[in-house]
């Protein structure tokens, strides 16, 4: 099992910047992958951005050129640095590690989650 803790939310204003960690512990030798997700009020939850092992990332295009993720090897520890934050990234955010499966990554280890509000 994979236990994740996420921290660094808030409430901010727009424009402002916020970094979300998540710490990984367990057993980690078997993550290929982890990201951030985020779920807003009465939608569906999304992919935000996601790194492997390699530091190969991706990101949704709502957040691209504003959020950067990161991560620490050593710590066992993802970053998301938001950026630029708008009103419409209120959601909660979600940290969560993946295995690899052949040439799929599998999502099945998910944090808490953590709520960011951004909002004047």
């Known amino acids: 099992q994979v236990q994740l803790v996420e921290s660094g939310g808030g409430l901010v204003q727009p424009g402002v910047s916020l970094r979300l960690s998540c710490a990984a512990s367990?057993?980690?030798?078997?993550?290929?992958?982890m990201g951030w997700y985020r779920q807003a009020p009465g939608k569906e939850r999304e992919l935000v951005a996601t790194i492997t092992t390699g530091g190969t990332t991706n990101y949704a295009e709502s957040v691209k050129g504003r959020f950067t993720i990161s991560r620490d090897n050593d710590k066992n520890t993802v970053y998301l640095q938001m950026n630029s934050l708008k009103p419409e990234d209120t959601a909660v955010y979600y940290c969560?590690?993946?295995?690899?499966?052949?040439?799929?990554?599998?999502?099945?280890?998910w944090g808490q989650g953590t709520q960011v509000t951004v909002s004047s």
């Open positions: 969560s590690a993946a295995q690899l499966l052949g040439k799929s990554y599998y999502y099945d280890y």
């Open positions: 367990g057993s980690i030798f078997n993550i290929a992958a």
